[in-house]
């Protein structure tokens, strides 16, 4: 029996809608590969309105391009619905940021000060303001990305911590059934091999994994490796969930591991490995421009720069060298209780100490 979840699709990009068609949120679920989430108590004026969906589809442009990405012609599905009061609104979009590891967990509020609120044992909501420069809060939850960012009028902490603690599954059957997918088999950029790799920020040090030629090969045997790196089947307690190998054409490779745990696969790790001055990891590493916490690791063969944002919760992201290997790697990983500096420093070691050659 097939516990897994599916959902469809449009074949073809050019019979899209011309918009996002309305669509409530139970029945927008049969065409997500992510968790649609929903609201189960809000502020007394607050309504939800406006949900509709943006269907997934091979890339290339629909007929029209309204309600789709500008910075690119891929075609994701995402979901989303405005909350509506007094002289105020809010837009929530959800959807699963599967083109690059979604930097620091809040990839909205990149380059603006944020602040985190844990919001249960597993996932943390993050406050501040987003690149259109709206008042606005972001969280993982369940691999689902979930943006809210305020239109019009003011909404206070509580009443968006509220929100967010009341989200339960439009669709209850959709959690498990998504939970059980692999990141290879649920994520649109590894099941599209034309979709074009999206230069973004991804973490606390810089990454140059730029726009133009690159080539994406998703592996059958992912503990089998590449060039001869074999990749450990667990690291800080999470499983081996999926592995790539991405190059530019002119030479550069790395070998990318997602790593994926708790019940939903809602924490997340990604190790990118690479020959050393093989590929694009650079060493030392140069920081990206967010204020963290950076110190120096080291190990007797190994060593490295880690940062944090938050010392309890994460995100960290280290970036090492391991000359007796031949080897460079950067470990990423998710925000959580208890994913912090000193649980990740732990999580280095263990990868620096793998074994993986």
């Known amino acids: 029996m097939n516990d897994q979840w599916t959902w469809a699709t449009v074949a073809d990009p050019a019979v899209l809608e011309p918009e996002p068609p309305s669509m409530p949120p139970r029945e927008a679920q049969d065409w997500c590969n992510f968790v649609v989430w929903m609201p189960t108590e809000l502020p007394a004026d607050v309504v939800p309105e406006a949900a509709s969906v943006r269907k997934e589809a091979p890339p290339g442009r629909p007929t029209s391009s309204a309600g789709r990405a500008t910075w690119s012609e891929c075609n994701p599905s995402s979901f989303r619905f405005e909350l509506a009061g007094h002289e105020r609104r809010a837009r929530v979009k959800q959807f699963l940021y599967d083109w690059a590891f979604p930097a620091l967990d809040h990839p909205s509020l990149f380059g603006n000060p944020a602040t985190p609120v844990v919001l249960d044992d597993r996932y943390v909501l993050w406050t501040g303001t987003d690149h259109k420069g709206n008042s606005a809060a972001t969280a993982r939850i369940a691999r689902t990305t979930i943006e809210f960012s305020v239109l019009r009028g003011e909404f206070t902490e509580a009443e968006v911590l509220g929100v967010f603690r009341s989200l339960a599954p439009a669709v209850p059957e959709?959690?498990?059934?998504?939970?059980?997918?692999?990141?290879?088999?649920?994520?649109?950029?590894?099941?599209?091999?034309?979709?074009?790799?999206?230069?973004?920020?991804?973490?606390?040090?810089?990454?140059?994994?730029?726009?133009?030629?690159?080539?994406?090969?998703?592996?059958?045997?992912?503990?089998?490796?590449?060039?001869?790196v074999r990749l450990p089947g667990r690291l800080g307690g999470m499983n081996l969930d999926g592995a790539a190998v991405f190059s530019d054409g002119a030479g550069a490779t790395e070998l990318e591991a997602v790593y994926a745990g708790g019940p939903d696969r809602g924490h997340e790790l990604r190790l990118v490995v690479q020959r050393k001055g093989k590929g694009r990891l650079e060493w030392p590493p140069a920081p990206e421009r967010v204020a963290a916490l950076r110190t120096p690791v080291k190990g007797d063969q190994w060593q490295g720069m880690l940062a944090c944002l938050d010392e309890n919760v994460g995100p960290c992201d280290a970036v090492v060298e391991i000359p007796a290997a031949d080897l460079e790697l950067r470990l990423c990983g998710s925000t959580g209780p208890g994913m912090g500096r000193t649980w990740f420093s732990g999580v280095v070691r263990q990868v620096c100490e793998a074994g993986l050659r």
Do not use: C, K, Q, S
């Open 174 to 228: 959709a959690l498990p059934g998504i939970a059980r997918i692999p990141f290879p088999e649920l994520g649109y950029w590894a099941r599209h091999p034309t979709a074009a790799v999206v230069e973004v920020p991804t973490g606390l040090w810089r990454f140059p994994r730029e726009e133009g030629e690159n080539h994406v090969v998703w592996l059958e045997d992912a503990a089998a490796g590449h060039d001869g």
